[in-house]
């Protein structure tokens, strides 16, 4: 196939369907949060004989809808030109998602092809945490290109306590050498003390906005929110099972992916001082998740003991 089309597009030019399902298939878009246990769930989801992500865990095409662009400039959505599947077909996996990242005929494309060249498979996706920091407008945006490909979008938003979400990525980027500024503290405590408002954090942090994002753009249905605390358990696993209506293979609930050790137990004040920098958050998840929040995270103690004061 060749050509320019829309991804919206339900005439002519319209994206192939499959023929080998009777049901749509699904897209299982995970959108975090970062240090939840995003890497772990796309093992196990990996090891379902109907899923196949392809050939990486994040494609990461959706942050690009964030650059600032005049109106009426044409934006991710509204790419034209000439498409030539052959030739993407042809491409090495690293120039394939550079090209995903830039035009949605690319992304619909290759996780259709997943799809229609097994009929075995039922389900592909993309579990990429940086989806977390979409707007409605961005989601409602990528619901409708997914829809488009014939796909029936499948949620999954997971929460972890914010200060141990925070702390874990801090810990990783210091592994990792990828933040100068992170790295010039001898200790990690004093490195959150003075980083953990930074909006390398922040960003992946709001889970109030990004659940209010999400629920503006998806039937409820469609979506699903886990808590990393309570992830690697039999219930959760049930949980998400039913949620996909996949036959999911029993969890190795024993394996760890890209986990991030402790060194130490944070100070107390220290914690105190995380915890009411993300009171917003803390508040927001407790309105809306009650005492399952505040017995998952111990650290949201630290509102209550403020407001005793």
Not at 8 to 26: C, I, L, M, T, W
Not at 182 to 188: A, F, I, S, V
Request: hydrophobic share 35%; proline share 6%; aromatic share 12%.
């Amino acid at each position: 196939m060749s050509g320019a089309y829309s991804p919206f597009d339900e005439g002519a030019n319209a994206v192939p369907r499959s023929h080998h399902h009777p049901q749509k298939p699904r897209f299982i878009l995970g959108v975090g949060a970062q240090k939840a246990g995003t890497s772990w769930l796309h093992k196990e989801l990996s090891r379902c004989k109907e899923i196949n992500f392809g050939f990486c865990k994040e494609y990461k095409a959706f942050p690009h809808l964030q650059a600032a662009r005049p109106t009426s400039a044409p934006g991710w959505f509204s790419r034209q030109g000439q498409f030539d599947t052959t030739t993407f077909e042809q491409l090495a996996d690293i120039e394939k998602q550079q090209s995903m990242r830039e035009d949605p005929r690319c992304y619909l494309h290759y996780f259709r092809s997943l799809i229609t060249s097994d009929p075995t498979l039922q389900a592909t996706g993309d579990l990429s945490p940086h989806y977390a920091e979409l707007n409605s407008r961005q989601f409602r945006q990528v619901r409708r290109l997914l829809k488009a490909g014939g796909f029936e979008v499948k949620v999954i938003l997971l929460l972890r306590d914010p200060v141990e979400r925070i702390w874990s990525q801090l810990r990783m980027l210091r592994r990792q050498n990828r933040f100068p500024q992170l790295c010039g503290y001898r200790h990690e405590e004093t490195a959150l003390a003075v980083l953990h408002h930074h909006p390398r954090f922040a960003t992946k942090t709001q889970y109030h906005q990004t659940l209010k994002a999400l629920e503006q753009s998806f039937p409820s249905d469609c979506i699903h929110v886990e808590f990393y605390e309570q992830l690697f358990t039999t219930e959760a696993h049930i949980r998400l099972q039913h949620f996909l209506n996949l036959e999911l293979p029993p969890a190795e609930f024993e394996t760890r992916v890209n986990a991030s050790p402790k060194q130490a137990n944070l100070c107390p004040m220290l914690e105190q001082t995380v915890v009411l920098a993300y009171r917003e958050v803390y508040e927001a998840m407790i309105h809306r998740f009650g005492n399952t929040v505040l017995d998952l995270w111990p650290h949201a103690r630290w509102l209550q003991a403020n407001t005793c004061r």
